[in-house]
């Protein structure tokens, strides 16, 4: 029987992953508890215990998910309302990532998980009059940078009064204003682009909002515009590609960032996005994308130290999977 792995990976910001098998369990902002977590995951593993007897349980205030005496994770009620939904949700992915992420020679299963959105404020901005105009209704304007005319609207750029750093997007329908997020700093607002894509056919308008954040760090902004009002469902920073990666009709979305780079797909399932981490999925220490073959590589440590080389290995996506494309030797 394979044996079993507990990793944590620093995803963007301040944000860790706890990994088993290359799955994501669990996401939290706490270094800390994340290390806490995969270490006592792995000891379980190494010592050959089976974690089917995975129990939620509360006591003193706090909910504890447990393998036999081995505490995995601690909750405090008084710190999180969601107490009991965090202890049940990680019981859950934790099972899903022991059965289901099975590995046969050199084809992987992707395992897509849905996309935690963390809702950015879309403020509405109540308008008297029919037709109105970014210069009338934006709240705070002080300058009015760039406009993007869409199949939705217009997309307005634009800077505050009180904020001299940042840059603004605006959405202005012929009824509506909305007040989105700050989309770049200041510097490089020219490079901030705004437009209606369709990713999964002609049911579902995506409003993608670009910009530039940081040391020159791509941050985009995917807004569903099929619903009453513009609504955030996903939002990355890194380089993107969006590629029907398998031929069916649908595209995807591929993310790049850091050094060495972290590479994630994500895809439009069961009405929403759904991600996959490449590298934790494959155990890599680096994956690229070539959107011109839409193939990936991935460079792994090499087993002999003695060997100056990554290892490289080269796959393809199908269906929700990864299958080793066989390389011709140079």
């Not at 089917?52 to 509360?58: A, E, I, M, R």
């Not at 869409?150 to 009064?161: E, I, L, M, P, Q």
């Not at 990554?310 to 140079?330: C, D, H, M, Q």
Request: charged share 25%; glycine share 4%.
């Amino acid at each position: 029987m394979r044996k079993h792995t507990a990793d944590v990976c620093r995803v963007f910001g301040n944000s860790y992953l706890v990994v088993v098998d290359g799955q994501p369990i669990y996401q939290t902002q706490h270094a800390f508890t994340a290390g806490r977590m995969a270490e006592r995951l792995q000891r379980v593993f190494d010592e050959a215990r089976r974690l089917d007897g995975l129990t939620v349980s509360v006591q003193e205030g706090r909910y504890a998910v447990r393998s036999a005496e081995t505490v995995i994770l601690e909750v405090d009620v008084e710190e999180s309302p969601y107490a009991w939904l965090q202890a049940s949700v990680l019981v859950e992915n934790l099972r899903q990532a022991l059965q289901q992420n099975r590995q046969t020679g050199d084809v992987v299963q992707l395992p897509f998980q849905p996309v935690t959105v963390i809702h950015k404020d879309v403020q509405e901005v109540k308008v008297p009059v029919p037709n109105p105009s970014a210069e009338e209704h934006l709240p705070e304007l002080d300058v009015l940078l760039e406009s993007f005319e869409t199949d939705v609207g217009t997309v307005a750029v634009y800077r505050k009064r009180m904020d001299r750093e940042n840059v603004y997007a605006g959405l202005i329908t012929a009824a509506k204003v909305y007040d989105l997020v700050p989309i770049s700093n200041m510097l490089s607002w020219d490079q901030t682009s705004a437009q209606v894509i369709r990713l999964v056919g002609e049911d579902i308008p995506f409003l993608r909002i670009q910009g530039v954040v940081g040391a020159n760090n791509v941050r985009t902004i995917y807004y569903r515009m099929d619903r009453e009002f513009p609504e955030p469902v996903l939002e990355v920073d890194g380089s993107i590609v969006e590629i029907d990666l398998d031929n069916d009709g649908k595209k995807e979305i591929v993310l790049s960032s850091g050094i060495p780079p972290l590479t994630i797909t994500f895809m439009w399932a069961e009405d929403r996005f759904q991600e996959a981490f490449v590298n934790l999925t494959l155990k890599a220490n680096a994956v690229t994308f070539n959107p011109e073959t839409k193939l990936f590589d991935a460079y792994f440590t090499p087993p002999d130290e003695t060997r100056p080389e990554p290892e490289k290995k080269t796959y393809k996506y199908e269906n929700g999977k990864l299958i080793e494309v066989p390389t011709t030797p140079a």
